[in-house]
């Protein structure tokens, strides 16, 4: 009898544990769901509106044209001074005339030294526009005096062998000066002209020795 007792509560225990758990039923709609229709991921998801980069104000940058340096302009009328009295004396002699010549070639080639030292800030153009213009007179008159009817440059020329080498000497230092700002500016038909008028000069006067 007590064996039949024990057995009938491990029986009526093991049919307790047997019973299933209750686990809710799992939603499986979505997985039936037809997605072929969605080409959109807005048709799923309410995104947000992304901001327009187009209406962001420009900002506004000034530049200040005071900070850049301003092109100086390089006073040459003692020298233009020296070419209007060339002309105005075709009829001298070339003792008369190589003292101005020299004097005149001088101050061009310090005006092209001084470019050549203070290019970035240097009028350029204006500069070497009126050099090219006395290069010119002085060419121009050199040779009216020593084309002059009556003019003996055999004779004269004895006594100004000194004063004509210096003539020379100062016409080369001035192709060595117009060569050096050749090599550090845009050529232009003005610098080029300059170079070929004291290129002249030195061909004219050492012709005269």
Known sequence: MRCTAILAGVIFAASGLARPLDIPAVDTSLLNADLTDI??????????????LTD???LPISVSVSALPAKRQVDLSPITDLA????????GTVTDLLPTVVGTLN????????????VETADLDSTLAEVESILSSTI??????????????????????????????????LVSSVQSLLGLVSVTDTLTEVESLAAELVDLLAGLL
Request: aromatic share 0%.
């Open 84 to 91: 209007n009295d060339l002309l105005g004396e075709v009829t």
């Open 39 to 52: 080409t959109d991921v807005t048709d799923i998801a309410d995104l947000p509106d992304l901001p327009d």
């Open 107 to 118: 101050d061009v080639g310090a005006t092209i030294d001084g470019l050549v030292a203070n």
């Open 140 to 173: 121009a008159e050199i040779e009216a005096v020593t084309s002059t009817a009556g003019v003996d440059l055999s004779g004269e020329l004895a006594t100004v062998q000194a004063e004509l080498s210096t003539a020379v000497s100062e016409a080369e230092a």
């Open 56 to 58: 962001v104000p420009a």
